[in-house]
C-alpha cells in the first residue's frame, strides 16, 4: 500500500470516527439547549447569516481572480463568479476534493490552463492555512491568558502569512519534482506582494466575519451575555484548518464539527456548544447552495460568451 493511500484511508477513518463523536456528544446534550424563539430577529439573523456566508464565498472568488492576474489570464467577473461559486459546491462530494476537480475542469473550458489553475490553488491553500494559523496561535495566547505585548502578537500573525511564500519558494527551488506533481508540469510563479496583501487581508477578514455570526448566534440564538468575537475567531479557525487538511471529510463534515463542539464547550457549555456547531453548518451548507443557484444561472446566461476580460 502506497504512502497516498495509507493517508487517505487513515483521513476516512479520522473523518468518521470524528462524525461519530459529534452525532454521540449531540444526542447526549441536545435536550438541554434553550428553547429558540423563532422570531423576526431569529428569521433575519438567519437570512444574514446566510448572505455573510455567501460573501465570504464570493471573497474567495475576487482572491482567485487576483492569483490567475499574476498569471496574465483574465476573467471576466461574471465567468470567475459563477466557475468558483459551482465548484465550491463539490466540497461535499465524498473526499473533499470535488471542489478542486471542478475548478480545474470548469477553468479549462474557458481557456485557462489546468496548471495555472493548480498553482492558484496550491497558493490559496497555503494562504488560507498560513492566515488560518496565525490567527489560532493567537487564540491560544488569548485562550491561555498569557501576557503577550500585541506587537508580538502582530509579528506573530505577520509570520503565520508569511512561511507560505517562504514554503513555496523553498519547495520551488530545492524540490522542482515535486512542485511539477502538483502543478501538471509547470513551476511556481510567486503572487506579487500586493496581491498577497490584498489575499491575506481578505482571508482575515473571512475568519472574523465566521467569528461574529459565531458571537451573533450565541448571543441572540442561546442568550450568552458576553461577546466573545476573538476567541470564536480563532476557534473557528483551529476547526477549519482540521476540516480542511482532512481528505475523508466532505466540506470538513464531522471533523470541524467535533473539533468546534469540544472548544466550545468550556466556554458556552455543552449544550449551546452543540446548538452553535449545527447553527453553523445549517447557514454555511444553505449559503453554498443559495451561491451555487446564483452561478448556475449566470452560467447559463452567460453560455455562448466569452469569459476571457
Not at 493548480?118 to 488560507?128: D, N
Not at 496561535?137 to 502582530?154: A, E, K, R
Not at 496583501?197 to 477578514?205: D, G, Q, T
Request: aromatic share 12%; glycine share 10%.
Amino acid at each position: 500500500m502506497t504512502a497516498n493511500r495509507l493517508w487517505r484511508w487513515v483521513s476516512v477513518f479520522l473523518a468518521l470516527l470524528a462524525g461519530v463523536f459529534f452525532i454521540g456528544y449531540a444526542a447526549e446534550h441536545v435536550h438541554e439547549l434553550p428553547s429558540l424563539s423563532w422570531d423576526i430577529w431569529t428569521w433575519l439573523l438567519l437570512g444574514a447569516s446566510v448572505l455573510l456566508w455567501a460573501g465570504i464565498i464570493f471573497l474567495g472568488a475576487v482572491i482567485w481572480r487576483s492569483l490567475l492576474v499574476d498569471l496574465n489570464h483574465r476573467l471576466n467577473w461574471r465567468a470567475c463568479l459563477s466557475i468558483y461559486g459551482i465548484a465550491q459546491f463539490g466540497k461535499y462530494l465524498p473526499g473533499n476534493v470535488g471542489h478542486h476537480v471542478g475548478r480545474v475542469m470548469l477553468a479549462k473550458q474557458v481557456g485557462i490552463p489546468v496548471a495555472s489553475t493548480l498553482q492558484t490553488m496550491l497558493i490559496e491553500m497555503a494562504w488560507g492555512v498560513g492566515v488560518a494559523s496565525g490567527i489560532a496561535l493567537i487564540g491560544i495566547f488569548q485562550i491561555g491568558d498569557v501576557d503577550v505585548p500585541p506587537g508580538y502578537l502582530v509579528l506573530l500573525m505577520a509570520a503565520a502569512m508569511l512561511v507560505p511564500w517562504a514554503g513555496l519558494s523553498i519547495a520551488r527551488y530545492f524540490f522542482p519534482g515535486l512542485v511539477a506533481r502538483v502543478t501538471a508540469g509547470a513551476s511556481i510563479q510567486l503572487p506579487r506582494p500586493r496581491t498577497m496583501a490584498i489575499a491575506s487581508f481578505l482571508y482575515l477578514v473571512t475568519f472574523f466575519i465566521v467569528g461574529l455570526l459565531l458571537d451573533s448566534h450565541a448571543r441572540i440564538l442561546f442568550g450568552a451575555d458576553n461577546s466573545q468575537i476573538l476567541t470564536l475567531t480563532a476557534i473557528f479557525a483551529w476547526s477549519w484548518i482540521a476540516g480542511y487538511i482532512t481528505p475523508g471529510a466532505p466540506a470538513g463534515l464531522g471533523v470541524r464539527e467535533a473539533v468546534l463542539v469540544s472548544a466550545l464547550t468550556p466556554l458556552y457549555g455543552a449544550s449551546v456548544a452543540v446548538g452553535l456547531t449545527v447553527s453553523l453548518r445549517v447557514v454555511t451548507t444553505m449559503g453554498d447552495g443559495l451561491v451555487f443557484l446564483i452561478a448556475l444561472a449566470v452560467r447559463r446566461l452567460d453560455n455562448g460568451e466569452s469569459a476571457l476580460a
